[in-house]
């Protein structure tokens, strides 16, 4: 098939889009491998500054990753069964509930820290502990896997599931793990790989809770920008990349999988 | 295969149920069961059938007041779970997170049978059912008809007390249907077991109820065996709803009625104001000339086993005819009709003031 100018220019077009906004990626990730980057790439590739990042912030990337996995723990135990009560509920409140719920993305990060810091900074012990950063990105992603499981309970004849259950002699508890939390593992999947992501990547509410004990990778990041040479900010941002890249492919193939039927 | 317990029979003493936003879905319903016996609940959408059903069911409580017994056993307030019963939902509610087999075995599960019975009751289950060959089969990829089934072998495995179908068949194309109604008829009979079948197609109810319960905005119009709904109907709805049927209106005066093709003679009515009904094959075409009620064919159509004509000028309406299928009318034709007055429905004025 022979290919037309236009769609020659298309395609010159889309490369083009693609390396503006892969190039300073590649720039940075070139940046953190590199011995001297003013020098060049002539100066030699080394793990170096990756080594030194590790070094000198690997608390900073355990307590990223403890903070994504509490808050998805804390998100599967309260949003799974919130979504099924407003799903469930036919009551305006649970309407306005729902709307409700989605606020904390509205509402710039800054904002919502620092009203968690006048209301509940005094509260001892806490402004200190990575629970208080905790408690933030809880608010911030809860919406995001209430939401995605709501969609599938909306999509799924979900009551009638359990009065099928239920006439067979499951009693609630046993049709909510043997029916309902199966059939929307979809939502879920998303819902918890939206979290980790959010999480890891949060940074304008995690700016403003953290203290220099509880410091997370993009606060980290910020702070390495800030102070550091740039072949360690490089590198930090390289380790940052490998971190997110999983969950951002995960999100993107489970969301593909669940439009598709029969996924 | 050891399903065939008789059920338990089901009384409904003084049950109504209001929705939560006002409505009265069901007048206060008295309504008993035989062991062993299929009801049909027959009626319009909207006509308080369902309800019923999930009333017997325990998914739906009466208001305060009302009573549902299972044998002599007071279940008003159980819930499903604990009702021990067998339900088929329209939608079917499969489980589409569970193959074939562990849909037909989950209620066998639930009760915490072992493991290796509930493999062997269900593949006993499956080759009764013919379906042997799909055990392991997802439910999306089964077709309607062998979902229906599977459905249907969920509901029986675990022996309830009561099966309830709500609209079984209603999904299904008509071929499928017709033979889906025969084999559940079938099976039915087999089980003895107490079943509430709620439809709005009366072939169905006909075909499959012992009794039939025509109901009509939350009441019962009337409660009989399908011979006797179809020929003895106690009241206009039920005779308007079940099956094709004419109505003639008119002066009555020495047991004539005056219609405007004529008089039609032999009409067990009293003088004044009155109402007959007949069915399209209780009327007889004779000769035009020598008849009391006269009119033109109308519009003819040739179904097979009958024909069936519309006959313009005897009555306010147009009168349907079944005839016999090589019977020939010609549209416009002049022909004269006559009804044995033992064909004729008069209403029992008593249930009709009811």
């Given amino acids: 098939m022979k290919r037309s100018l236009s769609s020659y220019l298309q395609l010159a077009f889309t490369l083009l889009i693609c390396a503006f906004m892969l190039v300073p990626v590649l720039m ?8 001297n980057y003013f020098q060049g790439l002539s100066s030699g590739l080394t793990l170096r500054w990756v080594e030194e990042v590790l070094a000198l912030y690997s608390d900073t990337i355990w307590l990223t990753l403890q903070l994504a996995l509490a808050t998805l723990l804390i998100n599967l135990i309260v949003g799974v069964p ?37 209301a509940y900074g005094g509260v001892h012990g806490l402004r200190t502990s990575w629970l208080f950063i905790l408690i933030g990105h809880v608010l911030y992603t809860l919406p ?10 909306h999509s799924i004849n979900f009551r009638t599931l359990e009065e099928g259950a239920a006439s067979l002699g499951a009693g609630f508890f046993r049709r909510f793990i043997d029916v309902v939390v199966p059939n929307c593992k979809g939502g879920i999947i998303s819902g918890a790989l939206m979290t980790l992501t959010l999480s890891v990547g949060e940074f304008n509410l995690t700016w403003m809770l953290h203290t220099p004990l509880t410091k997370t990778l993009p606060v980290g990041l910020a702070d390495a920008y800030a102070s550091m040479r740039l072949e360690i900010s490089s590198a930090y941002t390289l380790i940052f990349l490998v971190m997110l890249l999983p969950l951002m492919i995960g999100v993107q193939w489970s969301g593909s999988r669940l439009r598709k039927p029969h996924a | 295969m050891n ?13 109504t149920k209001t929705f939560a936003d006002g409505t009265l879905a069901l007048h206060p319903l008295d309504l008993s069961v035989q062991a062993g016996e299929t009801l049909v609940l027959l009626g319009p959408s909207g006509c308080g059938k369902t309800t019923t059903l999930r009333l017997i069911a325990g998914l739906e409580f009466p208001d305060d007041g009302g009573r549902i017994l299972f044998d002599d056993e007071d279940v008003t307030h159980t819930p499903i779970e604990k009702r021990n019963v067998g339900m088929v939902f329209q939608s079917y509610a499969l489980f589409p997170n569970m193959t074939v087999a562990e849909n037909v075995g989950y209620g066998l599960k639930v009760q915490k049978v072992k493991a290796a019975e509930v493999k062997q009751r269900v593949s006993e289950m499956l080759e009764m059912m013919e379906l042997g060959a799909l055990a392991h089969r997802r439910i999306d990829q089964l077709s309607g008809g062998q979902r229906q089934r599977v459905a249907l072998a969920r509901a029986i495995i675990t022996s309830p007390r009561v099966l309830l179908l709500d609209e079984p068949l209603t999904a299904l194309d008509a071929i499928l249907r017709d033979r889906l109604r025969a084999d559940i008829n079938s099976l039915l009979r087999r089980l003895g077991i107490t079943a509430i079948y709620v439809t709005h197609d009366q072939d169905e109810a006909m075909a499959l109820g012992d009794r039939i319960v025509v109901m009509d905005h939350g009441r019962v119009s009337q409660i009989g065996s399908p011979k006797e709904i179809y020929f003895a109907p106690q009241n206009d709805f039920v005779a308007d709803f079940i099956g094709q049927i004419n109505t003639f209106e008119g002066q009555v005066s020495c047991s004539d009625m005056r219609l405007p093709g004529g008089v039609l003679s032999g009409v067990a009515l009293a ?3 009155g109402k007959v009904y007949c069915r399209p094959e209780d009327i007889e075409v004779i000769n035009s000339a020598n008849a009391g009620l006269r009119g033109q064919v109308h519009q003819t159509q040739f179904i097979g086993d009958r024909n069936r004509i519309w006959v313009k000028g005897a009555n306010h309406e147009r009168v349907v005819i079944d005839t016999d299928g090589r019977s020939e009318f010609k549209v416009g034709q002049e022909v004269g ?13 008593r249930a009709e003031s009811v």
Avoid: K
């Fill in chain 1, 28 to 35: 940075s990730v070139a940046a953190g491998l590199t011995n």
């Fill in chain 1, 82 to 118: 919130a979504a099924y009560y407003l799903a469930s509920s036919n009551s305006r409140w649970a309407r306005v509930f729902e709307e409700l719920i989605v606020l904390p993305v509205a509402i710039p990060g800054l904002a919502i820290a620092l009203a968690l810091i006048i």
């Fill in chain 1, 144 to 153: 995001f896997m209430v939401r995605a499981v709501l969609a599938v309970l």
């Fill in chain 2, 3 to 15: 399903i065939n317990e008789h059920g338990a029979s089901i009384r409904l003493e003084g049950c």
């Fill in chain 2, 271 to 273: 003088d004044g104001q």
């Fill in chain 2, 337 to 349: 009709l006559q009804i044995r007055p033992e064909q004729m429905i008069v209403l029992d004025r």
